[in-house]
């Protein structure tokens, strides 16, 4: 073996206290060269990722002349159960925020702004209805329709109600709105376009994310929830 033809005879053997002083040139120790062998191999410290707390964040943008849209994911919970096991306990979603652009522009000259921390409007899809959004139609989604508090002494207090429907050129694409209705006010609406390429990124990012939201790739794997 390669091994063996780099080490040298040596007089006493340290594992059997032999002296294979007339041990051809290339011939060691067999104790020796499982000794050897059996060693635990050294890793550098420095290469292995340490333990972390932090947490990674990303999501996809879409910006427009008179709002923005921004698609997060909604991790699903899980529960420990009385064998230790872990259940879903409730699913993810997709979460929809749309801003209204505010006027003036940002640092850099022709940037928009937008007003994510007031003005801002939410949609969370469930799996389903991230489904339906990423295959409707050809007529499009006239309504899919949320309420907040629904099961509370709060029910039909703030309504939300989700368009998506094709754009009325050949350019193709989609136009997605949402309205909020809070008591007998007025409903607040926003939408933005969506081109087809901006689209394609959207079904890419919904099909990838169902399982997961799902909570069936924790499943498949089996990587325990950390809590």
């Known amino acids: 073996?390669?091994?063996?033809?780099?080490i040298k005879p040596v007089l006493t053997c340290g594992h059997c206290q032999s002296a294979p002083r007339a041990a051809p040139a290339r011939r060691v120790c067999v104790r020796a060269y499982q000794a050897l062998a059996e060693a635990p191999a050294y890793e550098s410290q420095a290469a292995v990722p340490q333990q972390t707390t932090a947490r990674a964040f990303a999501n996809f943008t879409i910006y427009k002349g008179k709002a923005a849209l921004a698609?997060?994911?909604?991790?699903?919970?899980?529960?420990?159960?009385?064998?230790?096991?872990f259940r879903l306990a409730k699913a993810g979603g997709?979460?929809?925020?749309?801003?209204?652009?505010?006027?003036?522009?940002?640092?850099?000259?022709?940037?928009?702004?937008?007003?994510?921390?007031?003005?801002?409007?939410?949609?969370?899809?469930?799996?389903v209805e991230l489904g339906t959004l990423i295959d409707p139609p050809p007529e499009g989604i006239k309504d899919l329709f949320h309420d907040p508090m629904i099961g509370s002494s709060a029910q039909g207090h703030m309504?939300?109600?989700?368009?998506?429907?094709?754009?009325?050129?050949?350019?193709?694409?989609?136009?997605?709105?949402?309205?909020?209705?809070?008591?007998?006010?007025?409903?607040?609406?926003?939408?933005?376009?969506?081109?087809?390429?901006?689209?394609?990124?959207?079904?890419?990012?919904?099909?990838?994310?169902?399982?997961?939201?799902?909570?069936?790739d924790v499943v498949l794997d089996q990587r325990l929830p950390s809590s």
């Open 1 to 6: 073996m390669r091994l063996a033809t780099q």
């Open 71 to 85: 698609l997060r994911v909604i991790k699903p919970s899980w529960q420990r159960t009385v064998d230790g096991d």
């Open 94 to 127: 997709v979460l929809l925020e749309l801003a209204p652009a505010v006027g003036g522009t940002g640092n850099q000259p022709g940037e928009r702004r937008y007003n994510w921390s007031e003005g801002k409007q939410t949609f969370a899809l469930s799996a």
């Open 159 to 216: 309504t939300k109600s989700l368009g998506f429907k094709p754009m009325p050129n050949e350019a193709g694409g989609w136009y997605l709105s949402l309205s909020v209705r809070e008591g007998r006010g007025q409903a607040a609406s926003m939408g933005v376009p969506i081109t087809r390429g901006e689209y394609a990124v959207m079904r890419s990012l919904a099909q990838h994310v169902i399982p997961h939201i799902l909570g069936w």
